[in-house]
């Protein structure tokens, strides 16, 4: 079975893999002229705020990752065949007997992910256009990391949110995504959900959150907080999503 399509070339829109936050928290995204095959921002990303249970709001200052040994399983009976013709470089296809095929990406590859661009001085992930179901992938060195912060008049407390180097993470859809030549798949980050199940503010209050002069001590927390280190950890870790966009 073959997909019939092609936008992997040296010219026109690149068909991609991207690493985001959540696309509906953004108010600036990249747009595409296919004509051209020119991309543009049509404002800065806006990070968003991220909420505890009881509204204890904390300012997104940034967040990365990195991945390497990126697996993408092809869905709608497509096979390895209909697909090697647009593998780029350092990519690869593995066929399965009993199962789906699935494209291959060695990395390690890095994004930004307010905006699901490769950081500064990285390279675009480009992928066959094809029909994907499935997406599993290793952190490579650097994790993945988020540097919201609380501000509290003039003070002010970071509360680094991190998965090391190693975790092995996956994400699935329950029909496959045509990612159309020119598009993107897009693994994304649920980060309205890290800090759900916590009242931090409470915490914060009654001494259950330890705090240094410029660090919240989630890994310390206490009470109605404990084990809340793990709690984030397990929401960065499972709460994601796959997408397939026209751009």
């Not at 869905?75 to 009993?98: F, H, I, M, N, T």
């Not at 291959?104 to 992928?127: W, Y």
């Not at 915490?203 to 927390?221: K, V, W």
Request: aromatic share 6%.
């Amino acid at each position: 079975m073959s997909l019939g399509l092609s936008g992997c070339g040296d010219t026109g829109t690149h068909t991609r893999l991207l690493f985001a936050l959540n696309p509906s928290f953004l108010q600036g995204d990249s747009v595409s002229v296919p004509a051209s095959g020119v991309r543009a921002m049509t404002d800065p990303p806006s990070l968003p705020d991220l909420t505890s249970d009881d509204g204890l709001r904390f300012q997104l200052e940034g967040a990365g990752i990195n991945v390497r040994d990126v697996r993408l399983e092809l869905g709608g009976g497509l096979r390895c065949e209909d697909v090697k013709e647009d593998l780029q470089d350092g990519a690869g296809c593995v066929p399965s007997e009993d199962g789906p095929d699935t494209v291959t990406l060695a990395g390690a590859f890095s994004f930004f992910l307010p905006d699901g661009e490769p950081s500064q001085g990285g390279k675009e992930v480009r992928i066959p256009p094809a029909k994907y179901q499935r997406v599993d992938f290793v952190l490579a060195e650097g994790g993945l990391r988020a540097y919201p912060r609380l501000y509290r008049g003039s003070n002010a407390w970071a509360m680094n949110l991190t998965l090391p180097e190693g975790t092995a993470l996956g994400f699935e859809v329950p029909q496959p995504l045509t990612v159309a030549p020119g598009g993107s798949l897009r693994v994304t980050f649920r980060q309205a959900t890290w800090l759900k199940g916590l009242p931090l503010g409470a915490c914060f209050q009654n001494g259950d959150l330890p705090r240094t002069d410029s660090e919240l001590l989630l890994d310390a927390a206490s009470g109605e907080c404990q084990g809340a280190g793990d709690k984030v950890r397990e929401a960065l870790r499972t709460q994601g999503n796959l997408s397939a966009l026209p751009f």
